[in-house]
C-alpha cells in the first residue's frame, strides 16, 4: 500500500508544475497588449527627371597634334665665294625681320661679270649702228648708181640705133655697152651688200638679246651674294661664319616665320562637326585657293596647349584637310592655323605658341537647330529612354539617337517636347512601375550649357 501511496505522489509531483506552467501561459496570452498598428509603407521610387525641350545644339569636336611653323625658309646660297659679312643677328633663337642682310658673299667677281656683260652689249649695239649708218648710205649710193645705170642703158640704146644706120662706129656701140655693164655691176654690188646688212642684222639682233639675257643673269648673280630674310622670322639653324668659303647649294641658315603657326589636329571622332553644308561663295573662294575650310563650312576651332597648371589658348582659323589619313592613328587630320601666335601684335604680352608644343585644338561647328538632347546617362542599352508619363508610371520607350557629344546625346526620334525623361538609374525598371519625379534643374541646365558650348 505504501509503494501505492508513493508512486501517485511521483505522479503528482511531476504533473502539477506543468498543470500550473499552462495555467500561468494562458493568463498572460489574454492579458498580453495588441502589437502597435504599423502605417502601410509607400514602396513608390523616387527619380530624378528632365523635360524634353527642342534646343540648338553646337557640335563639339577634339583634335590633337603638334605645333609647327607655317612658313620655313631655308638660306641656302645661289654662288659661291667667301662670306666677308654675317649679321650679328644670325644666331639661333634671334628674331629677324623682312628684308635684313643676314649673309654677303664676296662680289668681285660677279660685278667684273657684270662689267663684261655690259660692255659686250655695248660693243653690240655699236655693230648694230654701224650696220644701220651703212644701210643708209647705201640706200642713197643705190638711188645715184640706179640714175647712173639709166643713163648708161640711153647710151646703149643710142650708140645702137646709130650702129644700125652706119653712123656711128662699132667701136662706140662697145664702149657705150661695156660702160653699161659695168655701171650695172655697180648697183648689183650695192644691192647685194644691202642684203647682206639685212642678214648681217638678224645676226647682231641675235647677239643683242644673247648679250642681254648675259647681263641679267650676271645682275641676278650679283644680287645673290646678299642673302636677306623673306620674311620676319626666328633663326633656327646657322651653318656659316664669317670668311668662311661658301658653296653654291650649301644651306647656310635656316629660319621660322612669326606670322603663323600650324597645328596638324588628328581627329579620333567629332566628323559631324565637318557637315556638307557650305556658305556658296566661302567655297568658291576655297576651290580657287583662297578660302579656307573653316569659312566655307562654317567651323572655328580654339588651340589649347596644357602644361601641369599652366594653361593658355588662341584663336585657331581651319585652314583645310590633310590629303591622307594617319597612317599611325587612322584618323584624319585637319590643319588649323593661328595667327600671331608670339603675341607680337597684342598690346598686351600672352605665352607664345611655338614649334613643337603639343595642343588640344576644339572645333566648333555650326550649330543643329531645334534638337532635343537628353543626359547620356539617361540612354540605356544604346536605344532606350526611362519616361515618367502623365500618371507617374515608368514607361521604358525607344529611340533613336543622333551623335553623342560631352555629357548629352542628340535624339532624333522617340520623344516629344515637354515629356519628363527620367535620369535616374532606375534597377530594376520594370513598365508601368510607379515613380515620385524630382525636377532636377542642375541637369537640365548643365546640359542646355554643355550643347551651348560651355563645356570649357
Not at 563639339?60 to 620655313?72: E, F, M
Not at 662689267?115 to 650696220?131: C, F, G, M, R
Not at 613643337?356 to 543643329?368: D, L
Not at 532606375?426 to 524630382?438: C, H
Given at each position: 500500500m505504501s509503494e501505492k501511496r508513493k508512486k501517485l505522489q511521483r505522479i503528482l509531483f511531476l504533473t502539477v508544475p506543468v498543470v500550473f506552467g499552462i495555467l500561468i501561459f494562458m493568463v498572460l496570452l489574454k492579458v498580453k497588449p495588441n502589437p502597435p498598428h504599423k502605417e502601410q509603407i509607400d514602396n513608390k521610387r523616387k527619380v530624378r527627371i528632365i523635360e524634353a525641350e527642342k534646343t540648338d545644339v553646337i557640335p563639339?569636336?577634339?583634335?590633337?597634334?603638334?605645333?609647327?611653323?607655317?612658313?620655313?625658309w631655308q638660306a641656302v646660297a645661289e654662288v659661291s665665294g667667301k662670306a666677308i659679312y654675317v649679321s650679328p643677328s644670325l644666331k639661333k633663337g634671334s628674331r629677324i625681320s623682312k628684308g635684313t642682310l643676314l649673309v654677303e658673299i664676296d662680289p668681285t667677281e660677279y660685278k667684273l661679270?657684270?662689267?663684261?656683260?655690259?660692255?659686250?652689249?655695248?660693243?653690240?649695239?655699236?655693230?648694230?649702228?654701224?650696220?644701220i649708218d651703212k644701210e643708209i648710205s647705201n640706200k642713197e649710193l643705190l638711188k645715184l648708181e640706179l640714175n647712173t645705170l639709166d643713163l648708161k642703158q640711153k647710151e646703149l640704146d643710142r650708140q645702137k640705133k646709130l650702129l644700125g644706120n652706119n653712123i656711128a662706129s662699132k667701136s662706140d656701140f662697145e664702149q657705150a655697152e661695156a660702160a653699161f655693164l659695168a655701171q650695172k655691176y655697180k648697183v648689183q654690188t650695192i644691192q647685194n651688200t644691202l642684203n647682206s646688212l639685212g642678214s648681217e642684222r638678224e645676226l647682231l639682233k641675235a647677239q643683242e638679246e644673247q648679250a642681254k639675257l648675259s647681263q641679267q643673269s650676271a645682275n641676278l648673280q650679283l644680287q645673290y651674294t646678299k642673302i636677306r630674310a623673306p620674311f620676319d622670322s626666328i633663326v633656327s639653324n646657322v651653318n656659316v661664319?664669317?670668311?668662311?668659303?661658301?658653296?653654291?647649294?650649301?644651306?647656310?641658315?635656316?629660319?621660322?616665320?612669326v606670322d603663323s603657326i600650324e597645328i596638324e589636329a588628328q581627329l579620333a571622332n567629332g566628323l559631324y562637326v565637318?557637315?556638307?553644308?557650305?556658305?556658296?561663295?566661302?567655297?568658291?573662294?576655297?576651290?580657287?585657293?583662297?578660302?579656307?575650310?573653316?569659312?566655307?563650312?562654317?567651323?572655328?576651332?580654339?588651340?589649347?596647349?596644357?602644361?601641369?597648371k599652366i594653361s593658355s589658348e588662341w584663336k585657331g582659323n581651319v585652314m583645310r584637310f590633310n590629303a591622307q589619313i594617319d597612317t599611325k592613328t587612322r584618323t584624319p587630320g585637319?590643319?588649323?592655323?593661328?595667327?600671331?601666335?608670339?603675341?607680337?601684335?597684342?598690346?598686351?604680352?600672352?605665352?607664345?605658341?611655338?614649334?613643337?608644343?603639343?595642343?588640344?585644338?576644339?572645333?566648333?561647328?555650326?550649330?543643329?537647330?531645334?534638337?532635343?538632347?537628353?543626359?547620356?546617362?539617361?540612354?540605356?542599352?544604346?536605344?532606350t529612354v526611362y519616361v515618367a508619363d502623365e500618371n507617374n508610371r515608368l514607361r521604358i520607350r525607344r529611340v533613336k539617337t543622333g551623335f553623342t557629344q560631352d555629357s548629352f546625346t542628340m535624339i532624333r526620334e522617340g520623344l516629344e517636347p515637354g515629356e519628363k525623361i527620367i535620369v535616374?538609374?532606375?534597377?530594376?525598371?520594370?513598365?508601368?512601375?510607379?515613380?515620385?519625379?524630382?525636377l532636377d534643374i542642375e541637369l537640365a541646365s548643365k546640359i542646355k550649357s554643355d550643347a551651348m558650348g560651355g563645356r570649357k
Open positions: 563639339i569636336a577634339l583634335g590633337y597634334g603638334t605645333a609647327r611653323p607655317t612658313n620655313v661679270t657684270v662689267a663684261e656683260a655690259k660692255t659686250n652689249l655695248q660693243s653690240i649695239d655699236a655693230q648694230v649702228k654701224q650696220s661664319e664669317k670668311l668662311q668659303f661658301v658653296q653654291k647649294g650649301q644651306n647656310i641658315a635656316e629660319a621660322e616665320g565637318f557637315r556638307p553644308e557650305a556658305n556658296e561663295e566661302a567655297r568658291s573662294r576655297l576651290i580657287e585657293g583662297n578660302g579656307s575650310v573653316g569659312d566655307a563650312l562654317g567651323i572655328t576651332a580654339i588651340v589649347r596647349f596644357n602644361f601641369g585637319v590643319i588649323v592655323q593661328v595667327d600671331d601666335p608670339f603675341g607680337l601684335k597684342l598690346e598686351t604680352p600672352k605665352r607664345p605658341l611655338i614649334k613643337g608644343m603639343y595642343c588640344e585644338v576644339e572645333f566648333y561647328g555650326r550649330p543643329f537647330k531645334n534638337i532635343i538632347i537628353i543626359p547620356r546617362t539617361a540612354l540605356h542599352n544604346k536605344n535616374t538609374d532606375v534597377i530594376p525598371a520594370v513598365e508601368g512601375m510607379s515613380v515620385i519625379p524630382i
